[in-house]
């Protein structure tokens, strides 16, 4: 791309960003539009670790929620005393991302010893340590209650009062924007490059004058600065943090977005956070199954795509330079209908099976589709559900093997083109 | 009155033992590198010449005995602490960062050297004289056409130039290396002679081979190491003639090669 044109799409995807809380105005989107924000710098920081040196963290919450602690614990005596206003709000997650660091620092001797499975069993251990001391420190972590406080006092600035949540919003923006520049140029750092080098080989870094395990606490304490601003951010924008947020439900969510998202690219692990949340909060108001889906959809990207979401984007990119992808878009246009009946038919049988289990309210057997009255106790249903799945799947390995056979052609081309 | 400093040998190996349990490996190894000399290791397969380059180099520690860099005692150190001292190795099996490109390794090999340290608030493209010198290496091994490829997808003999490339990286002063020439094709052997040549120029090199043609083309002096002991060191002409040589190797491929070399059959 030349420079021209990124300093374009830079300045759109500015716009679109600052045009969102206006487009969905509604406190539900907005919320969720927040809720991203937080949960990509969040899961950039966690992909600071996995992707960029290797280390495979059970226990990255820890690092977001003793940051947000912190912050919390800060935005409280500054309510209390009225200092800063505003101007304490817009500096809050400094101090979330310096407690992450501090906690990064510290468990990180113990945690950065080694790399691999070891590391992963021991950030296990960490995560699962300091959520279960959280609860017998309330006056730290406020018990079962978690601790609350009011992101509105003193004296605002220039007029913004970080009341609404469009103002938050912005905060969180301006923050993630920061964030991901910061955490996109330590990757530039002779530090980012040898964190790269203990990734793909620990033993050889040692051999050029590294030590692995310094350059793995340097980038532990720093993706847990990363982190701590996310989990400030999280202090303000949801004005309460309970105990849960260090637990292993966060450190595996995070996990899922950078995975899903891919870890293979520095952008990968920003389309997961956002697509996690959605999932997370759009998914769960249609379908009680809605974390059954997110399994299998799990599950579907491991299998077929480990490399993440970001990997299927840079297979599409040099074909597409190349104007080859011409070839393919013909392909995939006829694998969607075939696609689109196995998906309403798996959807149909999971759906009528969480009917049947009593997934939903006690009894509540049926339900509208479409205006249509749907009863999982009678037989058509389920005929039609089962009949869509089992035809849908059956074209659609026909139509699947078209696709893969025209990749195969469109990739010999891409190569072709390439060394050219 | 004051002594006249004497240069202390680049490297000093005294009555150093290696065991694995009770397996002893190396077994009283006395070997004095001299300042700039081109040293090969000679011997038989699993006669511990890679287990000696581990100690060394600090991948492993010697059971008993002291090895010195330029009279600092290293026998305890660790490989990074060693490597800071100006002393690198290459690896007989190719070890590498494979997936970064054929540059990032070598200017991974340079960084540390040039007082990088853990930086985390510079750009490493602003360093110019890391890329430099990665861009020097680059040419010097031949693979400047290769630049941007990443190290996984070279071909074996370009793994191999890369693994020294990144030896050489750091400018370090003493430099092992463990059977470059391995399993490369005759022209591409040939090469890395001129190669290893080129780039140890007024440094120490120890290097363990088998290609007899590269231990006479390159060393000015040879030691035999049999079962963990060096059995013999001389020139390469000297070693030759040495009548325990050709007893421990009698039969041997290597025995033939050394034959074969001195009688310009
Ligand atoms: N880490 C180790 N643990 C146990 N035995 C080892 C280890 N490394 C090497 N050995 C043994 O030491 C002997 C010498 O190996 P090596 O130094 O690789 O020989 P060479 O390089 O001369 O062919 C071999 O018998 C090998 O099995
Ligand atoms: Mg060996």
């Known amino acids: 791309?030349?420079?021209?044109?990124?300093?374009?799409?830079?300045?759109?995807?500015?716009?679109?960003?600052?045009?969102?809380?206006?487009?969905?105005?509604?406190?539900?989107?907005?919320?969720?539009?927040?809720?991203?924000?937080?949960?990509?710098?969040?899961?950039?920081?966690y992909n600071m670790l996995l992707g960029q040196t290797g280390l495979l963290s059970f226990g990255h919450a820890v690092y977001f929620g003793l940051g947000a602690f912190c912050a919390m614990h800060v935005l409280r005596w500054a309510g209390g005393t009225g200092i800063g206003g505003a101007w304490a709000v817009v500096l809050l997650p400094l101090i979330g991302g310096l407690g992450g660091l501090l906690a990064g620092l510290i468990l990180g001797v113990v945690t950065t010893r080694r790399a691999g499975t070891i590391f992963a069993m021991i950030s296990l251990g960490v995560g699962e340590m300091v959520a279960s001391?959280?609860?017998?420190?309330?006056?730290?972590?406020?018990?079962?209650?978690g601790l609350s406080a009011n992101r509105v006092f003193g004296a605002p600035l220039f007029g913004i009062t970080f009341g609404p949540q469009r103002q938050v919003y912005f905060?969180?923006?301006?923050?993630?924007?920061?964030?991901?520049w910061g955490m996109r140029a330590l990757t530039r750092t002779p530090l980012g490059r040898m964190a790269n080098a203990v990734r793909d080989n620990p033993e050889r870094a040692q051999f050029v004058g590294y030590n692995p395990q310094m350059v793995r606490l340097?980038?532990?304490?720093?993706?847990?600065?990363?982190?701590?601003?996310?989990?400030?951010?999280?202090?303000?924008?949801?004005?309460?943090?309970?105990?849960?947020?260090?637990?292993?439900?966060?450190?595996?969510?995070?996990?899922?977005?950078?995975?899903?998202?891919?870890?293979g690219q520095f952008y990968g692990p920003i389309i997961g956070a956002v697509l996690v949340t959605f999932l997370q909060t759009a998914l769960s108001q249609y379908t009680h199954a809605w974390l059954f889906y997110f399994g299998l959809f799990f599950l579907f990207m491991v299998l077929n795509a480990p490399g993440g979401i970001a990997s299927l984007?840079?297979?599409?990119?040099?074909?597409w330079r190349q104007g080859l992808l011409r070839w393919i878009w013909p392909q995939y246009a006829l694998a969607a209908l075939p696609v689109a009946l196995t998906l309403a038919g798996l959807i149909g049988v999971v759906e009528l099976i969480y009917r049947i289990a009593g997934g939903v309210e006690a009894g509540e057997t049926s339900w509208k589709l479409f205006g249509q009255a749907i009863d999982?106790?009678?037989?058509?249903?389920w005929a039609l559900a089962l009949l869509l799945l089992a035809a849908g799947g059956?074209?659609?390995?026909?139509?699947w093997s078209g696709v893969a056979w025209q990749w195969q052609m469109v990739l010999l081309a891409t190569a072709r083109g390439n060394d050219r | 009155m004051s002594t006249s400093p004497v240069?202390?040998?680049?490297l000093r190996l005294a009555d150093v033992h290696k065991s694995f349990g009770k397996t002893a490996i190396i077994r009283g190894v006395d070997l004095d590198l001299i300042e700039g000399e081109r040293h090969a290791l000679i011997g038989p397969n699993g006669a511990g010449k890679s287990t000696l380059f581990n100690l060394i180099s600090g991948r492993l520690h010697a059971t008993a005995g002291t090895i010195q860099l330029r009279g600092a005692d290293i026998t305890r150190a660790t490989p990074q602490a060693i490597n800071r001292m100006g002393l690198a190795r290459s690896f007989q099996v190719t070890n590498l960062f494979h997936r970064m490109t054929v540059f990032e390794n070598l200017r991974c090999g340079a960084l540390w050297s040039r007082g990088v340290g853990y930086t985390f608030w510079r750009r490493v493209d602003t360093l110019r004289e890391a890329n430099a010198r990665a861009d020097e290496v680059l040419e010097a091994i031949g693979l400047t056409r290769r630049r941007a490829v990443v190290a996984g997808e070279l071909t074996y003999a370009e793994q191999r130039a890369l693994e020294i490339g990144v030896t050489i990286a750091c400018g370090a002063g003493v430099i092992l290396l463990d059977e470059p020439t391995a399993g490369m094709s005759r022209s591409e052997s040939d090469a890395a002679v001129a190669l290893i040549k080129k780039v140890t120029i007024g440094k120490t090199l120890i290097l363990v081979e088998h290609d007899m043609d590269v231990v006479f083309g390159i060393a000015d002096r040879v030691s035999v190491l049999v079962y963990g002991e060096v059995i013999a060191t001389g020139t390469p002409d000297a070693i030759h003639a040495n009548i325990r040589v050709q007893e421990a190797y009698l039969g041997t491929d290597l025995a033939k090669g050394i034959d074969k070399e001195l009688t310009g059959a």
């Not at chain 1, 420079?3 to 969102?20: D, F, Q, V």
């Not at chain 1, 001391?133 to 209650?145: D, N, R």
């Not at chain 1, 905060?171 to 991901?180: D, N």
């Open chain 1, 171 to 180: 905060l969180i923006v301006a923050w993630a924007l920061v964030a991901a």
């Open chain 1, 133 to 145: 001391i959280a609860p017998m420190f309330p006056a730290l972590f406020g018990g079962e209650a």
């Open chain 1, 1 to 45: 791309m030349k420079p021209g044109t990124s300093l374009i799409a830079a300045a759109l995807a500015l716009i679109c960003l600052l045009a969102l809380p206006y487009v969905f105005t509604q406190g539900f989107a907005l919320s969720l539009l927040c809720q991203m924000g937080i949960a990509t710098i969040f899961a950039l920081s």
């Open chain 1, 394 to 399: 059956a074209w659609l390995e026909k139509t």
């Open chain 1, 313 to 319: 984007i840079q297979l599409h990119r040099d074909p």
């Open chain 1, 376 to 381: 999982a106790t009678r037989w058509q249903p």
């Open chain 1, 218 to 263: 340097l980038m532990l304490a720093l993706s847990g600065f990363f982190a701590g601003i996310a989990g400030g951010l999280s202090a303000i924008n949801y004005e309460i943090v309970t105990g849960e947020t260090l637990g292993a439900n966060t450190s595996a969510l995070v996990l899922l977005m950078a995975f899903i998202g891919g870890v």
């Open chain 2, 7 to 10: 240069l202390p040998p680049a």
